[in-house]
């Protein structure tokens, strides 16, 4: 329910919603945290940022032990930040406390969030010296600990935070030198401007990007690049010469008793991290963070890269599903057969590729392996994030099988997850040819390189072929690499490849093009019946547009009285096919205005009475359209409904009274609409409500009905 004006305390009934899993109340205008809030000990994510809570906070919220990410941050909280909330080890994707009035020392208990990823005290009043124990919570990737009063120096311990990518520690009251370690660890930002700091910047590592640094307002430093513009440090002339021959003796041995110090104590060190990594049995957060895995922990996740586990094999490589042990993640894993002549060049072409891209649509990649296997041959493998539903050529095809070997029932995509599918694709299509730093071009576009998540997002994988454009080269403009065409797969390749033609982005349409005939039509483009000079391209073209229902993959479940939009919709979408698929380049859609075209496709107008009608209904999804006016009073005739997903359209006006006659209703999700009034208090008699979502309306600020037991989450809030 966020993103809303509710206002007033948090009611403490809220404590007796003890499944609760979710609880965002961000942006409303809330005044109180009631101590009841530990009474959910089922909850997974409480955000209760940007309000106006103000007292302490309940320590009581040491009691959510499944707690994953808390978020608290911009509100009016004081006191010291509760030794019960640092000890919750469960505490992993986010720690969010910033922006506040907290006050007191930073609790040394902090090193009990080993696999905490994001922590923000920013903006508050803490003081005291940086605890040593935040050289614990060896997931850290980003620490945001400034604008507090932190004093004395940065500590040491802080360097076995290795996966550190961001740290800020400016506008504080820190002493001493600047660490050298620092310079040692992968940052991608380190701010210690304002604070006291002396002596010598160091130059290696960060401190060699001067737009990644800060060290302003701390006047006495000296060094460092440049670009940083510091006084030079003062030189030293050595004086060993001056020296007695008994104190080169004393400084001799004090040399070696400090090195040998240094390494047993790294020794320790070393021996220490790796006992703790076996005792952890928390799941770190990986979200953000590039695992380091060995040829022997992939061979143990893959049950020895056994049959049962192969999900997948091309040209260059076989793809298992496997399980890490040490971070219990599910992953791909993608095993380059390096007898295959090309397959070395694939993996540098796809780490060179993947390096420096970050997109929702596009395959995340995890980790890259390059050892030797127990026989001494070379191995190269990458591992990615898994798909649970395949690769969409499965969906469209009706290929697949189960984890027992036997072949999966038939799954039939629905139009507007064919649409959604077409949208992601071309939304990573135009990242990759317009949004990076280096022009990508794909270069094997087709439906068994789109995987699909859970929630069936696409992602782009395989970039084996890919070619990357420096934006230097005077080529870009034309979208063309000077590299000779590429291999790409038969049917989807662009026609010019075959004529010896460059590489181009425009080849990436032309494969984009194809497969948006296909997703629509269920016809690959080396289907049997394409033969002499039919093509999928002419195919779809010679029914548009009086024919094209004819050429709909007959899977596509069409409801009778939505056929008139339906036939305009296809017509649309095949048209665009076209256009991507030209023989001619130049004749070509741009990735750009494909995607401004396949977000116009969408159901609009208001919704009809007569849905009340359909008594059988038990789910209505009409989530992401343009559907206005009111939400119809006649939804309260549907008895078996379970489900409404309304989210993402225009609805206005309050929500009906009599939903609440929908007495098996699990699912009501209305977020991001136009809607207005009070919260109806009817919607206390569901029973069976799961889960509650009106975030992102215009709501009034009243919240007077009673919560119910059954509630596993609920938004009021983004």
């Not at 006050?103 to 696999?115: D, I, M, T, W």
């Not at 440090?233 to 060993?240: D, V």
Request: proline letters at 4%; glycine letters at 8%; aromatic letters at 6%.
């Amino acid at each position: 329910m966020a993103t809303n004006n509710l206002a007033g305390p948090i009611p403490s009934s809220i404590g007796r919603l003890h499944k609760l899993q979710s609880l965002l109340l961000d942006q409303n205008k809330f005044t109180e945290l009631p101590s009841s809030l530990g009474n959910l000990t089922s909850l997974i994510t409480l955000n209760l940022g940007e309000n106006n809570i103000h007292g302490s906070i309940p320590p009581s919220l040491g009691n959510c032990h499944s707690l994953l990410e808390l978020a608290l941050y911009k509100n009016n909280l004081n006191g010291s930040i509760p030794t019960e909330i640092m000890s919750l080890s469960s505490i992993s994707t986010f720690l969010l406390l910033d922006h506040n009035a907290l006050s007191g020392s930073l609790p040394s208990q902090v090193g009990s969030l080993k696999n905490l990823g994001y922590m923000d005290v920013s903006y508050n009043k803490l003081s005291g010296p940086i605890p040593n124990t935040l050289s614990n919570c060896l997931s850290l990737e980003w620490l945001y600990l400034e604008a507090n009063s932190f004093e004395g120096e940065i500590p040491q311990s802080l360097r076995m935070l290795r996966g550190l990518r961001e740290l800020d520690l400016s506008h504080n009251n820190l002493s001493g030198k600047v660490p050298s370690y620092l310079g040692e660890l992968q940052l991608d930002m380190l701010n210690l401007s304002f604070n006291r700091l002396h002596g010598e910047v160091p130059i290696q590592g960060v401190f060699q990007n001067g737009s990644a640094i800060s060290v302003v307002g701390n006047n006495d430093l000296c060094g460092g690049i440049a670009k940083l513009d510091l006084p030079p440090c003062p030189s030293s002339k050595s004086s060993n010469n001056k020296l007695s021959h008994k104190m080169k003796v004393i400084l001799l041995v004090v040399g070696l008793v400090i090195f040998l110090s240094l390494f047993v104590s790294f020794f320790i060190f070393l021996q220490r991290r790796h006992v703790s990594k076996k005792k952890s049995s928390s799941t770190p957060s990986i979200k953000h963070q590039f695992l380091r895995v060995s040829y022997v922990e992939l061979l143990k996740a893959t049950n020895g890269f056994s049959e049962a586990n192969l999900i997948g094999f091309g040209s260059y490589a076989s793809v298992y599903k496997g399980i890490l042990d040490h971070v219990q993640m599910v992953v791909a894993v993608k095993v380059l057969n390096l007898q295959t002549r090309g397959a070395s060049k694939s993996f540098i072409s796809e780490c060179k590729a993947l390096r420096a891209i970050r997109h929702r649509n596009l395959l995340k990649i995890l980790s890259v392996c390059s050892s030797v296997d127990f026989h001494g041959n070379e191995f190269k493998a990458l591992v990615y994030e898994f798909m649970a539903n395949g690769n969409l050529g499965n969906w469209l095809h009706h290929v697949g099988v189960r984890d027992q070997g036997q072949p999966e029932e038939p799954r039939n995509l629905k139009l507007i997850q064919r649409l959604d599918i077409s949208t992601d694709i071309a939304s990573a299509l135009d990242y990759l040819h317009c949004g990076c730093e280096s022009t990508i071009i794909h270069g094997d576009l087709k439906p068994s390189n789109v995987l699909l998540d859970d929630e069936m997002t696409a992602h782009i994988g395989d970039f084996g072929l890919a070619k990357i454009i420096s934006t230097v080269s005077s080529d870009v403009a034309q979208g063309q690499s000077n590299s000779v065409a590429i291999r790409g797969t038969v049917g989807y390749v662009a026609p010019e490849y075959g004529m010896g033609e460059m590489v181009s982005t425009l080849g990436d349409v032309y494969s984009f093009g194809i497969l948006l005939l296909e997703i629509f039509t269920g016809k690959g483009p080396t289907d049997a019946m394409f033969k002499d000079h039919l093509n999928l391209h002419n195919f779809v073209k010679n029914a548009l547009p009086n024919r094209v229902m004819e050429i709909v993959d007959p899977c596509i479940p069409l409801e009778h009285n939505t056929r008139s939009w339906i036939k305009d919709c296809m017509v649309s979408i095949m048209r665009i096919g076209i256009a991507c698929s030209m023989a001619s380049p130049t004749n070509r859609m741009e990735m750009g205005s494909v995607i401004s075209e396949l977000h116009s496709q969408g159901l609009v107008g208001s919704l009809s009475p007569h849905l009340g009608n359909l008594s059988f209904l038990k789910s209505i999804d009409l989530q992401n359209n343009s559907f206005h006016s009111q939400i119809p009073q006649e939804m309260g005739c549907l008895f078996q409904l379970q489900t409404i997903e309304f989210s993402n359209n225009w609805f206005g006006g309050g929500i009906p009274n009599n939903p609440s006659c929908c007495s098996r209703l699990e699912w009501l999700n209305l977020i991001d609409n136009n809607l207005t009034g009070n919260i109806p208090a009817e919607l206390g008699s569901l029973s069976r409500l799961g889960t509650l979502a009106l975030s992102i309306n215009k709501y009034h600020p009243s919240f007077h009905w009673k919560p119910l037991t059954s509630f596993r989450t609920l938004f009021i809030g983004m």
